[in-house]
């Protein structure tokens, strides 16, 4: 009964690599997000899905790229892994009108060697 | 530049206490502040919300100011336990391309004593 799922929940990969992180909501939300969780502890926006619909996208390299099938799915695909990308990235939801109260997944640590 | 302060990274207290956590921002206009707990290894979670039109907002042991003037947000936990210790983010939610976007703090790490 998770509202929002993530896999995986930890990635260990090189240098280089291309991956992906999946992302379920069965919340009914409309609006899907990622942020990313640095060693410091800061969480940021990356991205955010309204109606499949991209309509924040903040100063992301475009090795990352989100992709949504549908409503209940926000995928997050980065390309040529590099060290600076070892964080924990967080998959949310929320309704878009109202208070924007977010509901997150558990993570993806993601660790680039 | 804009930014968001949240005083303490950590914060120790006795148990039976109040913890009292400080978000303190600059050169925005949010039109409400949310409070999040997150413990280790998990993802946020929402506790509280309050709008700029609001001064206090409460929740069994929890209660939010928001402080315009003042740019600040205190976040009280009365008679705290063990079970409260956590990291507590606050977040700005701003207004922007039809939807509100909400910005973290780095948040404060709250440990309470047995």
């Known amino acids: 009964d998770t509202a929002v799922s993530q896999t995986p929940k930890y990635l260990v990969t090189q240098m280089g690599n291309d991956k992906s992180i999946k992302c379920e909501q069965n919340?009914?939300?409309?609006?899907m997000y990622w942020y990313k969780q640095d060693s410091k502890k800061f969480l940021k926006i990356m991205f955010s899905?309204?109606?499949?619909?991209?309509?924040i996208n903040e100063t992301v390299p475009n090795r990352f790229s989100p992709k949504s099938p549908d409503k209940a799915h926000l995928n997050l695909h980065i390309n040529s892994l590099e060290l600076g990308d070892s964080a924990v990235y967080f998959c949310?939801?929320?309704?878009?009108?109202?208070?924007?109260?977010?509901?997150f997944g558990a993570g993806s640590r993601l660790t680039v060697l | 530049s804009q930014k968001i302060e949240q005083n303490s990274e950590a914060l120790n207290i006795q148990e039976g206490k109040t913890a009292t956590l400080t978000c303190n921002y600059t050169?925005?206009?949010?039109?409400?502040l949310q409070w999040y707990r997150q413990d280790p290894g998990r993802g946020p979670v929402f506790l509280l919300l309050i709008r700029e039109n609001e001064k206090e907002k409460r929740k069994e042991r929890l209660k939010v100011t928001f402080d315009t003037t003042l740019k600040q947000s205190l976040f009280h936990i009365t008679a705290s336990q063990p079970a409260d210790s956590a990291t507590y983010l606050c977040?700005?939610?701003?207004?922007?391309?039809?939807?509100?976007?909400?910005?973290f703090g780095k948040g404060t790490k709250l440990s309470v004593i047995p």
């Open positions: 977040a700005l939610a701003i207004s922007g391309a039809g939807s509100y976007q909400l910005t």
């Open positions: 919340l009914g939300h409309d609006t």
């Open positions: 899905y309204n109606n499949k619909e991209l309509i």
């Open positions: 050169n925005y206009s949010p039109a409400y």
């Open positions: 949310a939801s929320s309704h878009v009108s109202g208070a924007n109260v977010l509901t």
